[in-house]
């Protein structure tokens, strides 16, 4: 499956942006997805994912009740809607694919992933 990340920008503090994540060869209803970000001189993290029915979803404790995440299946995309945005959210923002379908706390981790988009960036003025 081929991932495609669009949405980044430039957004000052208390701002929003909606990042999209459109797949290719594959189907979102299949996969596991996740959203990670990577900030200059650290290494990528986990953001938000969301398992193949949608019913399960997780968020790191930085972005919990700020970003949230959803995927429309017939579009096969998913959305990380963010919001009240902060400096610190300033990264590329990789949205990726598990095609175990993992549930569970492993969904969190970056290795649990096989496909990967190739990043898009957001910056957030203070």
């Known amino acids: 499956v081929q991932l495609q990340a669009s949405g980044g920008g430039l957004v000052q503090a208390g701002g929003s942006l909606r990042l999209s994540c459109a797949a290719s060869g594959g189907t979102v209803s299949r996969y596991g997805m996740g959203w990670f970000r990577q900030a200059p001189g650290k290494e990528r993290e986990f953001v938000s994912t969301?398992?193949?029915?949608?019913?399960?979803?997780y968020y790191a404790d930085s972005v919990k009740g700020r970003f949230t995440i959803s995927k429309n299946n017939a579009k096969n995309t998913v959305y990380l809607q963010m919001n009240s945005l902060k400096p610190e959210d300033t990264a590329v923002y990789y949205c990726a694919a598990d095609r175990n379908n993992i549930v569970g706390r492993a969904m969190m981790s970056v290795n649990e992933y096989d496909y990967w988009g190739q990043g898009t960036l957001v910056t957030v003025s203070s």
């Open positions: 969301i398992s193949w029915s949608g019913g399960i979803i």
